[in-house]
């Protein structure tokens, strides 16, 4: 299970009142706990800080593609990580870009 999400559950702590805390929506914070997609770097710091350590960036992020970038340096393992990590971050763009375009579509009708 992922550890953010157990972190929550034994703080009796929902995922809204995270989201909350963190500046990020309720979904997003449901993603991470799902590990469905990797927080920016300055919401990793926010978790970082708002868990008081104890839930650090490379707990967030898949272990094996983590120990793949952070022990391959220079690499193609290193350069196939980096770019997973580019179209996750694109990916995470394209369906934030949709979904204003689909509230703007919505505020005008």
């Not at 927080?39 to 898949?62: S, Y």
Request: charged residues 30%; contains cysteine; glycine residues 4%.
């Amino acid at each position: 299970m992922n550890p953010f999400r157990i972190w929550l559950i034994q703080r009796g702590l929902s995922q809204r009142a995270a989201a909350d805390a963190l500046g990020v929506s309720n979904p997003e914070i449901n993603r991470y706990c799902r590990d469905d997609f990797w927080p920016r770097k300055e919401v990793a710091l926010r978790i970082f800080n708002f868990t008081g350590g104890e839930i650090t960036p490379n707990d967030l992020i898949d272990d094996e593609l983590a120990a793949m970038y952070l022990t391959v340096a220079d690499s193609a393992e290193h350069k196939a990580a980096q770019a997973m990590i580019e179209e996750r971050e694109r990916a995470r763009k394209i369906r934030a870009e949709r979904k204003a375009k689909r509230i703007a579509s919505h505020a005008r009708t």
